[in-house]
């Protein structure tokens, strides 16, 4: 069965940094472009990074050079770094798993960056 779990989230200060995390199991990670969304209450899924098999990245253009994604294979999880953090990223972060045959969804993690 398929699960991904993410954490990190917490309550940051304007400027700081987080690491939010991903792990997934089921054996399906080095197969997938993985890939994390954020919501604000009352808004819809946003795009933030996502990273392909073999290492490629792209990012949302509010996150880049703030922001990077990577992943370990061996460890089935995927990062994402938030530096510089402003009060418009305060979201709940989620992490997507695609694969070719389906899609999966993490739980979601609270990022609030407030003073």
């Known amino acids: 069965q398929v699960q991904l779990v993410a954490s990190g989230g917490d309550l940051v200060q304007p400027g700081g940094s987080l690491r939010l995390s991903c792990v997934v199991s089921?054996?399906?990670?080095?197969?997938?472009?993985m890939t994390w969304y954020r919501q604000v209450p009352g808004g819809q899924r946003m795009f933030v990074a996502t990273?392909?098999?073999?290492?490629?990245?792209q990012y949302d253009e509010s996150v880049k050079g703030r922001f990077t994604i990577s992943r370990d294979n061996a460890k089935s999880t995927v990062y994402l770094q938030m530096d510089d953090l402003r009060s418009e990223d305060t979201a709940v972060y989620y992490c997507k798993a695609q694969t070719l045959e389906s899609i999966y969804w993490g739980q979601g993690t609270q990022v609030t960056v407030s003073s």
């Open positions: 990273i392909s098999r073999s290492g490629i990245t």
């Open positions: 089921g054996n399906i990670f080095t197969g997938a472009i």
